[in-house]
């Protein structure tokens, strides 16, 4: 086929010619020996919609209710304030990086323990007047579970024991600060955040033993110059 | 046939060690993860037609077996506190049928999924690439190395040859090199600023993507362009620069200007699978005079992209670029911030500089053992949410492909342009993927 009008040769599929929209004529192709390469029949697709808007009445409504039924039962709205910060942190913290975004566990874990801490702090000050309850039980515990969840995951996943030896040092540092906190302070006691340090320093050893090739040629590349 | 995950091999172990598991971007792809929008990357693609059509598992296979040659391509992009990296991933799994307009934007962030995807339709095989990953040059020789395999594991003898990609061989560290870094000097004075140059208007679709490709016998395109002692590139970007100043309404109030992609590898030595390439904006003042003739526009421009692909200045562009980048105000910038500045910067002030991109990849030299089961060549340029059109060129040493993205429905720039060559006596073949423009509604 051609179109006369445009002077250009067509595929044997084409009707109308795509640069003037004109009837193609049936005449012999200038250019011999030449095949259409087919793409896909498409079906138009506008980019999804953004559903920021509909999120962000869902969340004025369950704030809203948070509030209401806070200050039916309590007559105060200091809690309710609370029950509103903590329901996108929830989203944004916890099922976002790893259902929607698919996060690996450590970095997953890391921001997660950040702002758990920030919050038993809170919790920490706002029941018992200081932080001792916090830094002596609540985050020693969560550092624990997660260096524990870091061990486990390196253990089944042979490509998170690298990236976890970076986690756990930084769960090490963060035990370290909290002995030194129990060592100056009288409120905080010291059994946990050891046994934070030793779980740390254990899981280091295990992941170092199976992954010190993979580390040391990663650590060996990184700083070539 | 639609590919079985099930018949895939599953995804290898990251062995190769000289490519660490995250690391930075190269100087020319800094820009790239700032300018993206929710829905749209710059993203390009390379295609291959077969004579036959495409077995997707043995296509796979192909794929897979370049995973530890060419380890910098299997990456996806991570935000990091002053800038995004890129992490290695384990998954090559990325051969998927096409189903949709070529070029749309590809899932960045995704942990299982690589920044490039290769896909298949009939005899088509396309790769398409975000441009952080890899410049056009390099993408060229991984998507002719993988069709080599391909036809090495259909069962038929294909020499490794050329720049062809051996992916038996072991990754070379040169190839994961920053060559902007190795070969930048300390420059001082070097000014960036041009004059903006006229707009395309077009009523974009958004997520729509109209492909209009030109096949044009190279033996006619040398003919015309001898006529005037200039190279082809040189003649299309006279006839290119032409369409868009007759689409313009007139009197034209700015220089018309496009910008022409350079690959560095031909000046510079690098074996670097990374970026390594800049663009020459050139182009003429459609303001001195209301009826430029294509002969006063050809003369315009004469000589224009020799001066634009002049080692010294491109020495002196892309030293002035990693000497900023190196800046540390610049450097321990929070990436937050720095994306929102180099956006604004990318839309406002480099937008403007030019109408529209042109792309010479020039000739895609394969064996002749290979050659023999390949129709032709394509390359698509992803067009930007504010450029409205882009070209982009390749040929096979018989035939050169111009292919025309858009993401508007008008083509009137494509139709003088192809009717211009054909008028000057050239043989052309207009193909398109739009149906819609083919048949009679």
């Keep these: 086929m051609r179109c006369l009008k445009c002077n250009v040769d067509l595929g044997d599929e084409y009707q109308l010619c795509p640069l003037c929209g004109s009837q193609a004529a049936n005449e012999r192709a200038v250019i011999e020996g030449m095949r259409t390469a087919e793409y896909p029949d498409v079906e138009y697709r506008p980019y999804p919609k953004r559903k920021v808007l509909g999120f962000f009445i869902a969340y004025l409504l369950t704030c809203a209710a948070c509030m209401a039924a806070d200050y039916i039962n309590s007559g ?8 509103a910060f903590i329901l996108p942190c929830i989203w944004v913290l916890f099922i976002r990086p790893f259902v929607v975004k698919k996060e ?22 706002v029941g ?17 579970v997660s260096e524990i969840a870091l061990l486990v995951s390196s253990l089944v996943e042979k490509y998170n024991r690298v990236i976890s030896i970076s986690y756990l040092l930084t769960g090490a540092a963060a035990d370290i600060i909290l002995i030194v906190i129990a060592l100056s302070s009288r409120n905080v006691t010291l059994v946990l955040p050891l046994a934070a340090l030793g779980t740390a320093l254990v899981s280091l050893a295990i992941i170092k033993g199976l992954a010190s090739k993979e580390f040391n040629e990663e650590i060996k590349a990184r700083f070539k110059p | 046939m639609k590919l079985k995950l099930t018949e895939v091999e599953n995804a290898k172990d990251i062995k190769a060690a000289s490519v660490p598991s995250r690391f930075q971007l190269d100087n020319a792809a800094t820009i790239y993860p700032a300018c993206r929008t929710r829905d749209w990357n710059n993203v ?7 004579k036959e059509e495409i077995n997707p598992v043995l296509l796979q296979q192909a794929v897979d077996d370049f995973y530890n040659r060419l380890p910098t391509y299997f990456v996806r992009l991570r935000t990091g506190a002053f800038w995004y990296y890129f992490e290695r991933i384990r998954s090559s799994r990325v051969v998927v049928q096409e189903d949709y307009y070529p070029c749309r934007a590809v899932n960045l962030f ?30 060229l020789i ?74 044009i016998p190279v033996e006619d395109l040398k003919a015309l362009s001898k006529e005037y002692s200039i190279t082809i590139t040189e003649y299309l970007s006279a006839v290119l620069l032409y369409a868009f100043y007759l689409d313009a309404p007139k009197p034209c109030k700015k220089p018309i200007k496009i910008s022409i992609p350079i690959s560095l590898r031909n000046s510079f030595e690098s074996n670097s699978m990374r970026n390594f390439s800049l663009y020459t904006n050139i182009g003429f003042d459609a303001t001195k005079k209301n009826n430029y003739t294509f002969e006063e526009v050809l003369e315009e421009i004469r000589g224009k992209l020799r001066e634009g692909m002049d080692k010294e200045k491109l020495l002196k562009t892309f030293s002035k670029n990693v000497g900023d980048a190196g800046n540390p105000f610049v450097r321990f910038m929070p990436s937050g911030i720095k994306r929102q500045v180099l956006n604004l910067g990318f839309k406002k002030v480099g937008q403007n500089q030019f109408i529209a991109s042109m792309t010479n990849l020039g000739i895609a030299k394969m064996p002749d053992s290979a050659m023999e089961h390949i129709d032709r060549f394509e390359v ?52 398109c993927n739009d149906k819609e423009s083919w048949f009679k509604q």
Excluded: W
């Design chain 1, 76 to 83: 105060r709205l200091g809690i309710s304030v609370l029950t």
């Design chain 1, 104 to 125: 690996y566990i450590g970095s997953y874990i890391l921001q997660d323990v950040f702002f758990l801490a920030l919050l038993m702090l809170y919790i920490s000050k």
């Design chain 1, 128 to 144: 018992t007047g200081n932080f001792g309850s916090a830094l002596s039980h609540g985050i020693p515990i969560l550092l624990i």
């Design chain 2, 44 to 50: 390009y693609r390379f295609a291959i037609i077969f």
């Design chain 2, 110 to 139: 995704d942990s299982e999924k690589p920044c490039f995807r290769v896909m298949y339709y009939k005899r088509r095989l396309s790769l398409e690439a975000f441009h952080g990953v890899a410049d056009g040059g390099a993408s």
């Design chain 2, 142 to 215: 991984f998507i002719k190395s993988i069709a080599a395999r391909y036809l090495q594991l259909l069962g038929y003898k294909i020499e490794i040859s050329g720049d062809l990609l051996n992916c038996e061989d072991s990754f070379k560290e040169s190839e994961f090199e920053d060559s902007f870094k190795r070969h930048a000097v300390k420059v001082k004075g070097v000014k960036r600023s041009e004059v903006s140059s006229y707009q395309y208007e077009a009523d974009p679709i958004p997520n729509y993507y109209k492909v209009i490709h030109g096949l």
């Design chain 2, 380 to 431: 698509l340029l992803g067009e930007t949410p504010v450029k409205h059109i882009a070209i982009a060129l390749i040929s096979d040493g018989k035939n050169m492909n111009i292919s025309f993205t858009s993401n508007a429905k008008r083509v009137d720039v494509q139709r003088f342009f192809f009717t211009f060559l054909s008028q000057k006596g050239a043989r052309v073949r207009i193909e």
